[in-house]
């Protein structure tokens, strides 16, 4: 197994440096810039000039974070990754967990190792609210609760299983990437393992996370997934009854 740290990133600039000084010494990492501005781009140059192992892929323009993720998958892969750890750019996600996550990869090499967000208070009400909503459709997706939270952005992904689903089937670019590739994965018959985490919002932190634009998005894509498992309904149910 070769794994490497994936992060996507999109103006962050004032964070980035200390999510990958976080990272273990010895893990390569892989960012994959989606088209940021002149000081994120700066922000980058320093990482990868302090840090030998850590390579950067430029998007020319903002594509979302799906379509980030997809470039960063396709790219560990042709550098002979078998595993990606990703986690996002903006402070949110504890760095200092990073080898909890590749703990549970090598100790479950075919599973997706999903994120289970334990909040503090700095979570927005009106995100937990969301969240339990998306929890509840994902599940029903599912035909099962096996996906902790389809949001959560931390995750271990074996690279073999998740490009193969997104060769299969028409997936989302932005952050309806994430809960799709969770779901259809599931659908795909990856096993999934789970791994508590703590996420926080930082009071000054940068969300790219809209309303407008991301909420339709996901509904249109739980609309999907749903039609997606009535047709699957019967092998899904078949799998619980083995299990």
């Known amino acids: 197994m070769r794994v490497c740290a994936l992060i996507p990133i999109f103006d962050h600039g004032a964070t ?99 994120g289970a967000p334990e909040f503090d208070a700095s979570a927005p009400l009106a995100r937990i609210y969301a969240r339990q909503l998306s929890r509840g459709l994902v599940w029903l997706a599912c035909l099962s609760r096996v996906v902790p939270d389809p949001l959560c952005g931390f995750r271990g992904v074996p690279l073999v299983p998740a490009l193969a ?43 790219h996370f809209s309303i407008a634009r991301d909420y339709p998005r996901l509904a249109s894509l739980y609309v999907r997934l749903l039609g997606g498992m009535v047709l699957r309904a019967p092998e899904l149910m078949r799998r619980k009854r083995i299990s």
């Open 16 to 114: 980035i440096e200390k999510v990958v000084s976080e990272l273990p010494p010895e893990l390569p990492c892989l960012i994959v810039d989606d088209g940021s501005a002149e000081a994120t781009r700066e922000a980058l140059e320093r990482v990868t000039a302090a840090r030998a192992n850590a390579q950067l892929v430029r998007r020319d323009r903002n594509g979302g974070k799906g379509a980030a993720l997809k470039t960063g998958y396709e790219t560990a892969r042709s550098r002979g990754f078998t595993h990606v750890v990703q986690l996002d750019a903006d402070g949110q996600h504890r760095a200092i967990d990073v080898p909890r996550f590749v703990a549970a990869m090598r100790a479950h090499p075919n599973a997706l190792v999903l």
């Open 165 to 207: 689903v997104i060769a299969s089937a028409r997936t989302g670019n932005w952050m309806d990437f994430e809960p799709e590739l969770a779901v259809r994965m599931v659908w795909h018959g990856t096993p999934i393992a789970t791994l508590p985490t703590r996420v926080i919002y930082p009071p000054d932190g940068l969300s």
